[in-house]
């Protein structure tokens, strides 16, 4: 598992995520969203809304705007993802939207 972060590590030194990410149109549901902290951890998420165009890049945008107001050093991937799924319930209460992620913490120190 160690070197496996090391690998991880060293990819992530030399390219940028938002590099690889080619969005299928210019607005849709892709979302691709990272935030770094001082002491050198990470959060990544990359996430696809269902459908295209201007509604899926809405719900996108709103994933964003709440991965912003709910991620600092501490947060977990658990508590996250879990405030993120109340949240986009309440949002999309009376629409049929789906969005399917994943989201990564990159912990330097190892020990998460």
């Known amino acids: 598992m160690r070197h496996d972060i090391e690998i ?3 990819i992530l030194q030399r ?3 938002f590099d ?3 969005p ?4 849709g549901g892709d979302l691709l969203w990272h935030r770094e902290f001082p002491q050198g951890d990470a959060h990544l998420t990359h996430a696809d809304v269902m459908g295209h165009g201007a509604a899926a890049g809405q719900y996108a945008t709103q994933i964003a705007i709440i ?5 600092d050093a501490d947060a977990g991937p658990s508590s996250v993802v879990s405030i993120l799924n109340r949240a986009l319930t309440k949002l999309a ?6 969005a399917t992620g994943l989201f990564f913490r990159f912990d330097q120190s190892g020990q998460h």
């Open 8 to 10: 991880s590590r060293l």
């Open 93 to 98: 209460a009376n629409d049929v939207i789906f």
């Open 67 to 71: 991965l912003d107001e709910v991620t």
């Open 24 to 27: 299928l149109e210019d607005v």
């Open 15 to 17: 390219t940028s995520v």
């Open 20 to 22: 690889i990410l080619l």
